[in-house]
């Protein structure tokens, strides 16, 4: 209809018509090669792609140009695809700056796997749209003094602090039900405020054997895989924490959004792909982790854990409070991750002494510094993602004021626009 109404009338307002119309395809065409790119990509790293539900064609066409093509002719492709949408931003700007912002991340990241090394913060910024602002480890040690408070008596503080926490691990044979029951009170909340598609749905398992605690593979339709990682001892806190980050309104649910209102709603077939190391990863991960916060608000999580999580766990309430005080302490030692991961991959420290710092600042044992650090040398600065993302998301969406439903309005569309950190309020 719309075609025909500009074929019909005056020159001037035809000249207005073809202005949008053809730009608007032609960002979708754009879109499409965005797509194979990405996908031709991922056939250069095992792990670059984390999601892609898109038409399958797409997928056989990124092997074809992987099987032909380098990384120098791939990097060539990203550059000419951005000065392609970068012409077409009049019609969709906000699509537009969104694929810009992804394609300065893949460019970062042929540049990397070509064999470059970057500083730290630049390859943060590269790959991320953020600079870290880092502070020396000293700038922990009233934090570290806080935490000694909590958990006082002799030998190492990481130790105290591993033992005490230890009290609060979920036996093996309660994980499922502790998790189904966690899951199912954070899909309840946030469906509360979010409207979410009848069809949705995931299915979670217990995995070994990976540098990560948990992970949502999105499989498109509406369905999540997460998979939670046994490597380790799972302590009760962690059943609300990945329910939320995982699940509701974490992974699945910006996943979900994503594919409801851009994919399908608008045909922006972008958001069906998701590389790994780019912006969409700290906006993902900074919400996943809010998320807990905002689900769960104040005192919140503690009465929950304590009235329904506990009892599943069959677990002794007596020093839940103490507990969630000592949580809510370390987590002002999240920065310190940083600081270690960056002087370790810019070679100022070796891998013990690596995993040496991160028992005393993060003050964790040393099986879970070593986890740690395996992270660290398998994705690099995207460890930034969980707490400076959740930190940016924290403070943009706070500026709602304090109303929780306008706290949850904004949050919906940080997930369910094609939000980067620039969109982020966070002054
Ligand atoms: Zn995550």
């Known amino acids: 209809m719309q075609r025909l109404f500009c074929a019909l009338i005056l020159p001037l307002l035809l000249g207005a018509c073809m202005a949008v119309q053809p730009r608007a395809a032609s960002l979708d065409a754009a879109a499409r090669d965005y797509v194979r790119l990405q996908l031709a990509i991922g056939e250069k790293e095992e792990g670059y792609i984390d999601a892609y539900y898109g038409p399958e064609d797409l997928r056989a066409e990124g092997k074809a140009i992987a099987a032909a093509e380098g990384l120098p002719q791939l990097s ?117 405020h979010v409207a979410l598609p009848a069809s949705e749905r995931f299915a979670m398992s217990f995995v070994t054997d990976k540098s990560w605690s948990g992970y949502n593979y999105y499989q498109g339709d509406y369905a999540s895989k997460i998979e939670i990682n046994t490597d380790l001892p799972i302590r009760i806190s962690r059943a609300v924490d990945l329910g939320c980050h995982e699940g509701y309104p974490g992974h699945h649910v910006l996943n979900v959004l994503l594919e409801q209102r851009l994919v399908r709603g608008r045909g922006w077939i972008e958001h069906s792909v998701q590389p790994l190391f780019s912006p969409q990863s700290i906006i993902s991960e900074g919400s996943a982790n809010y998320g807990i916060d905002l689900a769960f608000p104040g005192p919140e999580k503690l009465a929950y854990e304590v009235r329904a999580i506990y009892p599943l766990a069959g677990l002794p309430t007596a020093d839940a409070a103490r507990y969630d005080a000592l949580l809510t302490a370390l987590r002002d030692l999240q920065g310190a991750r940083f600081t270690i991961a960056r002087e370790f991959l810019e070679g100022r420290i070796t891998e013990p002494q690596a995993v040496a710092l991160t028992q005393q600042y993060q003050l964790v044992s040393e099986a879970r510094a070593k986890q740690s650090i395996a992270f660290t040398k398998q994705y690099r600065s995207y460890v930034i993602n969980y707490g400076l993302g959740r930190d940016m998301v924290a403070a943009d969406v706070e500026r709602a004021g304090p109303d929780q439903a306008a706290r949850w309005r904004r949050m919906e569309q940080i997930l369910s626009e094609p939000t980067l950190p620039s969109d982020l309020r966070t002054r």
């Open 76 to 192: 060539a492709r990203v550059d000419a695809l951005s000065g392609r949408i970068a012409g077409l931003q009049a019609a969709e700007p906000r699509r537009a700056r969104f694929l810009l912002a992804q394609l300065t991340a893949a460019k970062t990241r042929l540049r990397m796997l070509g064999g470059e090394k970057l500083p730290f913060e630049e390859e943060a910024l590269g790959l991320f749209g953020v600079r870290p602002a880092l502070k020396p480890l000293s700038g922990y040690d009233p934090v570290l003094a806080q935490v000694e408070r909590l958990v006082p008596g002799a030998g190492p503080l990481w130790q105290r602090v591993d033992a005490f926490q230890d009290r609060f691990t979920i036996p093996r044979e309660r994980l499922q039900p502790v998790f189904d029951a966690a899951i199912a009170e954070c899909r309840a909340r946030s469906a509360r």
